[in-house]
């Protein structure tokens, strides 16, 4: 099946501080990459779609500029959480589907901890 | 709004067969997804139903019927290792909230 790569796994960062993370579609192109967070115990949420070459979508709820979404190739997307605050700790995931196939790829995920 | 139902825990033994129900509202549909997640891992595809019917997978198979807006993940000859959450899906935004399946030798 196809890969997505997630960087980094884990960080740890001081409150006020920003964070970004990479996602990657390692065997095959992505015009559109997905985000989610997820909490202990819960479902995934998605956050925004990032379009490669135009703005994210954000769902609602989800403060855009808080969450800056960069999509500037077709086989990566950025996620940089800005001025993060502890309750932002969570289970950070993206996701891809190749062209024209039904099959979601997720990445391993980036678990962020703000102390 | 859309919305999935599923149970959120199922106890079985290794070898038994289990299945996992998932009931789902929305406003627009174009098939159904499921999706397996280890404790501490990322979610990891499993099947796809856009029509009615089963879909079969070596163990795992995914049955859909849009009329009931109902499907089903049914897991065969279960393994200690198939202690995970499933989940259900919508599309890519809507998730059900997951059954924590637990294998008992």
């Known amino acids: 099946g196809a890969v997505v790569s997630q960087h980094p796994s884990r960080v740890i960062c001081k409150s006020g501080t920003s964070v970004k993370i990479e996602c990657r579609s390692l065997?095959?192109?992505?015009?559109?990459m997905f985000w989610y967070r997820q909490f202990p115990k819960q479902s995934l949420m998605l956050m925004a779609t990032?379009?490669?070459?135009?703005?994210?979508?954000?769902e609602q709820g989800v403060e855009k500029d808080k969450f800056l979404i960069n999509h500037a190739s077709l086989t990566l997307s950025t996620l940089t959480v800005t001025s993060a605050h502890p309750e932002d700790s969570s289970f950070y995931i993206c996701?891809?589907?190749?062209?024209?196939?039904?099959?979601?790829?997720f990445g391993p995920g980036t678990r962020l901890t703000v102390t | 709004g859309q919305s999935l139902e599923q149970p959120s825990e199922v106890t079985a033994v290794e070898g038994a067969i289990v299945q996992i129900n998932c009931t789902y509202q929305?406003?627009?549909?174009?098939?159904l997804s499921w999706y397996q997640q280890h404790d501490g891992g990322a979610p990891t595809f499993l099947s796809y139903?856009?029509?009615?019917g089963l879909e079969e997978t070596g163990r795992f198979s995914s049955f859909l019927s849009r009329s009931d807006s109902y499907g089903y993940l049914l897991l065969q000859e279960l393994q200690m290792k198939d202690s995970a959450s499933y989940f259900c899906?919508?599309?890519?935004?809507?998730f059900g909230d997951g059954t924590t399946l637990t294998v008992k030798p």
């Open positions: 996701s891809a589907s190749p062209p024209h196939s039904y099959e979601q790829y």
């Open positions: 065997d095959f192109q992505a015009t559109t």
């Open positions: 990032s379009n490669e070459g135009s703005k994210a979508t954000y």
């Open positions: 929305t406003s627009g549909f174009y098939g």
């Open positions: 139903n856009a029509l009615d």
């Open positions: 899906a919508v599309g890519k935004s809507t």
